[in-house]
């Protein structure tokens, strides 16, 4: 079982930047998982936002965020920096690991069994 605990969500203005953090632990986590941000806005679908493959560090971007977001981990953490944040960008964010069975990176939730509480993210116009 996997634990994966988001934290770094709150207010912003249009423009400005934030950092969430995920904490993954427990018995199983390695370094075979591929770990991925989705968020969710209200009335919509919970979509794809960023993933990062544990061992190597190879990373896929939704296009609506490449280039303003970038994903990292580091030491049990993932991160999600957002930068030239847009209203668009106000959702709930939620952390998400894989079964550690696939060498691929996966942009739809169905591989990801794992997932946090999330956090709110709002951006201000």
């Known amino acids: 079982q996997v634990q994966l605990v988001e934290s770094g969500g709150g207010l912003v203005q249009a423009g400005g930047s934030l950092r969430l953090s995920c904490a993954a632990s427990?018995?199983?986590?390695?370094?075979?998982?591929?770990m991925a941000w989705f968020r969710q806005a209200p009335g919509k679908e919970r979509e794809f936002v960023a993933a990062?493959?544990?061992?190597?560090?190879s990373t896929r971007y939704s296009d609506s965020v490449k280039g303003r977001f970038t994903i990292s981990r580091d030491n049990g953490t993932v991160y999600l920096v957002m930068s030239s944040l847009k209203p668009e960008d106000t959702a709930v964010y939620y952390c998400a690991a894989d079964t550690g069975m696939f060498q691929g990176i996966f942009t739809t939730r169905g591989p990801y069994i794992y997932w946090g509480q999330g956090t709110q993210v709002t951006v201000s116009s």
């Open positions: 990062i493959k544990w061992s190597g560090g």
């Open positions: 427990g018995r199983t986590f390695s370094s075979r998982y591929t």
